[in-house]
Protein backbone atom coordinates (compact mmCIF):
# COMPACT_ATOMS: atom_id res chain seq x y z
CA UNK A 1 0.00 0.00 0.00
CA UNK A 2 1.58 3.15 -0.66
CA UNK A 3 1.62 6.60 1.58
CA UNK A 4 2.43 9.90 0.84
CA UNK A 5 3.44 11.60 4.41
CA UNK A 6 3.70 15.10 3.95
CA UNK A 7 5.75 17.84 6.60
CA UNK A 8 6.58 21.59 7.09
CA UNK A 9 3.35 23.16 6.99
CA UNK A 10 3.04 25.56 9.67
CA UNK A 11 2.87 29.68 10.32
CA UNK A 12 4.09 32.55 8.54
CA UNK A 13 4.47 36.06 7.70
CA UNK A 14 3.76 37.63 4.44
CA UNK A 15 7.23 37.81 2.67
CA UNK A 16 8.68 34.79 4.60
CA UNK A 17 9.50 31.17 3.36
CA UNK A 18 8.46 27.57 4.25
CA UNK A 19 9.50 24.37 3.09
CA UNK A 20 6.91 21.28 2.32
CA UNK A 21 8.28 17.69 2.01
CA UNK A 22 6.90 14.87 1.12
CA UNK A 23 8.23 10.96 1.38
CA UNK A 24 6.00 8.27 -0.25
CA UNK A 25 6.46 4.74 1.64
CA UNK A 26 5.31 1.65 -0.11
CA UNK A 27 6.91 -1.24 -2.45
CA UNK A 28 4.15 -1.07 -5.25
CA UNK A 29 5.48 2.79 -5.33
CA UNK A 30 5.88 3.20 -8.87
CA UNK A 31 5.18 7.01 -9.90
CA UNK A 32 7.30 9.38 -12.19
CA UNK A 33 5.65 12.37 -11.23
CA UNK A 34 5.12 13.58 -7.88
CA UNK A 35 3.17 17.16 -7.25
CA UNK A 36 1.75 20.03 -4.90
CA UNK A 37 -1.61 20.88 -5.22
CA UNK A 38 -3.27 23.36 -2.39
CA UNK A 39 -7.38 23.87 -1.34
CA UNK A 40 -8.28 27.15 0.46
CA UNK A 41 -11.65 27.50 2.24
CA UNK A 42 -14.16 27.12 0.22
CA UNK A 43 -11.96 26.97 -2.62
CA UNK A 44 -11.41 24.15 -5.17
CA UNK A 45 -8.34 22.14 -5.08
CA UNK A 46 -5.85 23.60 -7.38
CA UNK A 47 -2.37 22.74 -8.86
CA UNK A 48 1.13 24.50 -7.74
CA UNK A 49 3.42 22.24 -9.05
CA UNK A 50 4.67 18.91 -10.38
CA UNK A 51 7.67 17.73 -11.23
CA UNK A 52 8.42 14.30 -13.97
CA UNK A 53 11.41 12.03 -13.72
CA UNK A 54 12.50 10.00 -16.18
CA UNK A 55 15.12 7.53 -14.23
CA UNK A 56 16.53 9.36 -11.06
CA UNK A 57 16.31 12.48 -13.16
CA UNK A 58 14.07 14.87 -13.14
CA UNK A 59 13.60 16.36 -16.61
CA UNK A 60 10.04 18.34 -16.31
CA UNK A 61 8.58 21.11 -13.88
CA UNK A 62 5.46 22.95 -14.18
CA UNK A 63 4.61 25.75 -12.08
CA UNK A 64 0.53 27.29 -11.75
CA UNK A 65 1.05 31.15 -12.93
CA UNK A 66 0.38 32.14 -9.49
CA UNK A 67 3.39 30.58 -7.90
CA UNK A 68 6.03 30.75 -10.94
CA UNK A 69 9.38 32.41 -9.61
CA UNK A 70 8.79 32.13 -5.74
CA UNK A 71 8.40 28.33 -5.34
CA UNK A 72 10.52 25.49 -6.41
CA UNK A 73 9.57 22.04 -6.98
CA UNK A 74 12.72 19.61 -6.32
CA UNK A 75 12.65 15.84 -5.40
CA UNK A 76 14.33 12.43 -5.60
CA UNK A 77 12.68 10.07 -7.65
CA UNK A 78 15.16 7.08 -6.03
CA UNK A 79 14.14 8.19 -2.65
CA UNK A 80 10.66 8.84 -3.29
CA UNK A 81 10.54 12.26 -2.02
CA UNK A 82 9.78 15.62 -3.11
CA UNK A 83 9.81 19.50 -1.57
CA UNK A 84 8.22 21.99 -2.18
CA UNK A 85 10.20 25.67 -1.71
CA UNK A 86 8.33 28.41 -0.89
CA UNK A 87 9.34 32.03 -1.07
CA UNK A 88 8.35 35.18 -0.80
CA UNK A 89 4.82 34.05 0.50
CA UNK A 90 1.25 36.07 0.45
CA UNK A 91 -2.04 35.93 2.44
CA UNK A 92 -3.42 34.29 -0.60
CA UNK A 93 -1.30 31.37 -0.25
CA UNK A 94 -2.80 30.32 2.68
CA UNK A 95 -4.37 26.90 1.84
CA UNK A 96 -4.22 23.24 3.12
CA UNK A 97 -1.08 21.55 0.73
CA UNK A 98 -1.34 17.89 -0.27
CA UNK A 99 1.44 15.88 -1.97
CA UNK A 100 0.39 13.83 -4.99
CA UNK A 101 2.18 11.25 -7.02
CA UNK A 102 1.11 9.63 -10.39
CA UNK A 103 2.22 8.43 -13.68
CA UNK A 104 0.72 10.84 -16.30
CA UNK A 105 2.25 14.68 -15.68
CA UNK A 106 -0.52 16.61 -15.75
CA UNK A 107 -2.26 19.60 -13.57
CA UNK A 108 -5.39 17.82 -13.06
CA UNK A 109 -6.09 16.52 -9.78
CA UNK A 110 -7.73 13.40 -10.98
CA UNK A 111 -4.87 11.88 -13.24
CA UNK A 112 -3.33 11.09 -9.46
CA UNK A 113 -3.59 8.02 -8.10
CA UNK A 114 -1.67 9.16 -4.57
CA UNK A 115 -2.25 11.93 -2.12
CA UNK A 116 -0.98 12.99 1.44
CA UNK A 117 -3.44 13.95 3.95
CA UNK A 118 -1.92 17.54 3.83
CA UNK A 119 -0.33 19.76 5.89
CA UNK A 120 -1.47 23.29 6.83
CA UNK A 121 0.36 26.94 5.60
CA UNK A 122 -1.23 30.12 7.48
CA UNK A 123 0.35 33.10 5.89
CA UNK A 124 -0.62 36.41 8.07
CA UNK A 125 -0.60 39.83 6.98
Known amino acids: QVQLVESGGGVVQAGGSLRLSCAASGRTFRSNVMGWFRQAPGKEREFVAR???????????NYADSVKGRFTISGDNAKKTVALQMNSLKPEDTAVYYCAAGTSSSSDASQYDYWGQGTQVTVSS
Open 51 to 61: ATWTGAMVYFR
